[in-house]
């Protein structure tokens, strides 16, 4: 399947209704949810869908319908999945892959972009 820019507002809303504000960057030939400057989720080039979560929970994730390996040329790694756009059409299937996500985004750090200061609080 091609990119589809109603599949990324889908994604917007989901994030959205969760109270997450996110920014998208392209990246992987596609466009990539940051959240606090943090990869969350997005789509390939192809209008796959992908999602980084915690690696603890790789095994279990991997057995969700339309799970499949992600890679980066030939390696693959834990933490990070590619999943079928047919198993998110349903928005409980998307609800439930973009919150495996933000269950661990938002305990990570913020990061700054590269060339920003911020202002410190002295």
Do not use: C
Request: charged share 30%.
């Amino acid at each position: 399947m091609a990119y589809d820019p109603k599949f990324e507002l889908r994604i917007a809303e989901v994030l959205l209704a969760q109270g997450v504000e996110a920014e998208t960057v392209k990246m992987f030939g596609g466009i990539t949810f940051m959240v606090r400057g943090n990869m969350s989720v997005g789509i390939l080039s192809k209008g796959d869908f992908f999602v980084k979560f915690d690696p603890k929970r790789h095994e279990e994730a991997s057995e969700w319908p339309g799970a499949k390996p992600f890679f980066m040329g030939e390696k693959g790694g834990k933490g990070i999945l590619q999943v079928d756009t047919d198993a998110v059409e349903s928005r409980k299937a998307l609800e439930k892959w973009v919150k495996l996500s933000l269950d661990l985004v938002l305990t990570l750090p913020p990061k700054v972009k590269k060339g920003v200061k911020k202002k410190s609080s002295k």
